[in-house]
Every structure is written in structure tokens, then in C-alpha cells.
């Protein structure tokens, strides 16, 4: 296991590393000159030219980029172009604010999910089943945008019972910030709900078809203790597998639910600074959204190393 471990340590190092060369290569051929956009369409060739060597924009690529690898590996992810101010200060509240909202939406969906996929699987075949079924799949093929634009114009538009902009300031309280957070919780915990019960009820579909699920209703074990205690229990590993790969996936629906409510977290900052040509946040927020995905996808294989069914003790079924 420590092998193993450490050889996808290794692959993911590697991984962030050649991440790290697309991000800065993808923001070297962004359109636009940064020094011409800060000055304005009327700077005059000489002070255009004047503001890329202040930037340090007329060195060469090469360097540039070694130079800011070994200040993000510091932790100095650089100056602001636009507003001079260090980039890690412009990042820190907005990464709370997209953790928040991250660790609110997998604290409601991950448990109701899997608590949903249990149910469905326990009633194969029935009615509750085959609605749900239908349900989860319309959903979990739904686009947050196209959700989120719904629910906006539903409950902030029509009936008016909420924001329809995610504002958060540093003196909110509890009641504005669970109001300004529900509409873009709801669009995320909607669509990764339905994700991850829809995979929850296929793997323990399949792994109660399995023979020795078979020898222990055959022995009289009641269903709800053969899927606790048997079923369950195979299946820790492929549902924690398909909980993390749901997780990183946030960190794709996060970007388009914040640009939909102006939330001011992470997303909101890099597409504000795309506008305006600042390199360095762009970079720095691209690199903390790969190496987020990057690290929970690491964090499913280890997890389904670790649960692997064959890795753990059986017990004999005269046990049951």
C-alpha cells in the first residue's frame, strides 16, 4: 500500500508539474496586451512599452515562468498587474468563500445521496425505484446553468423569496449569509445528488446480485441487515471512489454557478481578472482549481486502493 502510495504521489507531482506549464503557456496566448489594457486605448507606444519592462512582461517566457514556479512552490504567487496588491491576499477570502460553499454542498449531498441510492437499490425494480430512477438520471443531465437560471428566475424572479445575487460581506450574519448560500447550494446539490445516488444504486444493484448476497437471504437474513452488513461493506470503496471524482467535479460546477450568482469566491476573481488581462491571479486561481481536482482524484484511487474488498478481512458467512 505504501508503494502504491507513493508511486501516485510521484505521478501526481508530475501531473501538477506539466499543469503548471499549460496554465502559464494558456495565459502567455490569451489576447491582449495587459500594459495596453491597464493604460487604455489611447497609451502612447512609449508608455505601453514602459509598463511591460515595469511588469517584467519583456523578459522571456522561460524565465518568467521558472520564476513564478518557485514563488507558487513559496507560496508567492506574485503582484496583482492591476492593483499592484500581493495575489495572496486578493485570494484568501475568495477561497474561503468557494470552500464554504464546496463544503456545504458535499455535507448535503454526499450523505443524501448515498442514503437515496440505498433506498432505491433495497426497492430494485419496484415503483419507487423506477420513478426515482427516471428522476435522478433527468437531473444528473441537467446543466448548473441551466439550473440555476431556473431557480433564479423561480424563487428570486417570480416569487421573490430570495437574493438572486449571492452577496456576502465581512459583517454578514447568519440569517443573510444562509439566504445569500441556499440558491447556489441548491444548484449544486441538486446535480451532484443525483450523481452520486444514481452510481450508488448501480453499484450495490450489482453487488447485490452477487452469490454470497444470495447464500445469506437464502440462510433467512433479513434484507436490510444483508445490505447493511454485506452489501455496504463491498461497497465502501467504489462509492468513496465515486464521492471524490463528484467532489472534484465542484470544482467545474462551482465556476459556472458563482459567474451565474456573482458569488464572490475563487471563480469570480480569475473571471474578473481574465477580463482584465491580470496574469498572475489568473494563474494562481487556475492552479488552485487543477491541483484541487488533481489531488481529490488522487484521493479516489487511494481510497479505492484502500477498500478494495479483496484487501479486507472476510468473515466466513456462518458469521452472518
Not at 445469506?216 to 454485506?230: E, N, T, W
Not at 473571471?271 to 487556475?286: F, G
Request: aromatic fraction near 6%.
Amino acid at each position: 500500500m505504501a508503494h502504491f502510495i507513493a508511486w501516485r504521489l510521484l505521478a501526481t507531482l508530475l501531473l501538477l508539474f506539466i499543469v503548471s506549464l499549460l496554465v502559464f503557456w494558456a495565459c502567455e496566448i490569451l489576447p491582449g496586451d495587459v500594459a495596453q489594457v491597464a493604460l487604455g486605448q489611447y497609451a502612447t507606444p512609449e508608455n505601453v512599452k514602459a509598463l511591460r519592462i515595469e511588469m517584467g512582461l519583456n523578459q522571456p517566457p522561460l524565465q518568467r515562468y521558472l520564476q513564478w514556479l518557485v514563488g507558487a512552490v513559496q507560496g508567492d504567487w506574485g503582484r496583482s498587474l492591476v492593483t499592484k496588491s500581493p495575489v495572496s491576499g486578493l485570494l484568501s477570502e475568495r477561497v474561503a468563500n468557494t470552500a464554504l460553499l464546496a463544503g456545504i454542498t458535499t455535507l448535503i449531498a454526499v450523505p443524501l445521496a448515498i442514503a437515496l441510492g440505498v433506498v432505491m437499490a433495497m426497492w430494485n425494480g419496484r415503483a419507487l425505484d423506477r420513478g426515482a430512477s427516471i428522476v435522478i438520471l433527468a437531473l444528473s443531465a441537467t446543466p448548473e446553468f441551466l439550473l440555476a437560471t431556473l431557480l433564479v428566475l423561480l424563487f428570486a424572479v417570480n416569487l421573490g423569496w430570495l437574493p438572486a445575487v449571492a452577496y456576502l460581506s465581512t459583517g454578514s450574519g447568519l440569517g443573510q449569509t444562509a439566504r445569500a448560500l441556499l440558491l447556489p447550494t441548491a444548484s449544486l446539490v441538486v446535480v451532484v445528488t443525483a450523481q452520486i445516488a444514481r452510481m450508488t444504486r448501480a453499484i450495490l444493484g450489482n453487488i447485490l446480485t452477487q452469490a454470497y448476497i444470495e447464500m445469506a437471504i437464502l440462510k433467512g437474513v433479513p434484507g436490510r441487515r444483508v445490505v447493511a452488513r454485506h452489501a455496504l461493506r463491498n461497497a465502501v470503496g467504489p462509492i468513496a471512489n465515486v464521492v471524490a471524482l463528484n467532489t472534484a467535479y465542484l470544482v467545474s460546477g462551482i465556476v459556472v454557478v458563482e459567474t451565474i450568482f456573482a458569488y464572490p469566491g475563487l471563480a469570480r476573481l480569475m473571471i474578473d481578472s481574465v477580463q482584465s488581462r491580470d496574469l498572475p491571479v489568473v494563474q494562481a486561481c487556475a492552479m488552485i482549481f487543477c491541483a484541487t481536482y488533481v489531488l481529490l482524484i488522487l484521493l479516489a484511487d487511494v481510497m479505492a486502493r484502500v477498500f478494495d474488498p479483496r484487501s479486507l478481512p472476510q468473515r466466513p458467512m456462518d458469521a452472518i
